[in-house]
């Protein structure tokens, strides 16, 4: 059974800064896209990156982009995201998730979820 667990969400200040770590166990998922997605309460979830299985590939969404760098390291079976310049509308739970098929960047596409990790950025 696959299992994601993220770590390194907590309270921040804006302009801070954060590192998000997804590991994998259960199966390897090592040739796998990865993603984070996130969600706020009463909103539909929304992709923040994802990765391709060689890291060669990467897309962000607008609101994240120059401020979040997603990267991988197949290895360890883990998926980072590290997010600077946080602003108060970054605040969500963040979740990672992964799909043995090309990035996506609808949740729908993604089999595996992790729990998620709050993320909270104070003005």
């Known amino acids: 059974q696959v299992q994601l667990v993220e770590s390194g969400g907590g309270l921040v200040q804006a302009g801070g800064s954060l590192r998000l770590s997804c590991t994998a166990s259960g199966s390897p998922l090592s040739t796998a896209t990865k993603a984070w997605f996130r969600q706020v309460p009463g909103q539909e979830r929304e992709v923040v990156a994802f990765?391709?299985?060689?890291?060669?590939?990467?897309y962000y969404a607008d609101s994240v982009k120059g401020r979040f760098t997603i990267s991988r390291d197949n290895a360890k079976n883990a998926v980072y995201l590290q997010m600077n310049s946080l602003k108060p509308e970054d605040t969500a739970v963040y979740f990672c998730?992964?799909?043995?098929?090309?990035?996506?960047?609808?949740?729908?596409?993604?089999?595996?979820w992790g729990q998620g990790t709050q993320v909270t950025v104070s003005s």
């Open positions: 998730a992964a799909r043995r098929l090309t990035g996506s960047p609808r949740s729908l596409d993604y089999s595996y």
């Open positions: 990765i391709s299985w060689s890291g060669g590939t990467t």
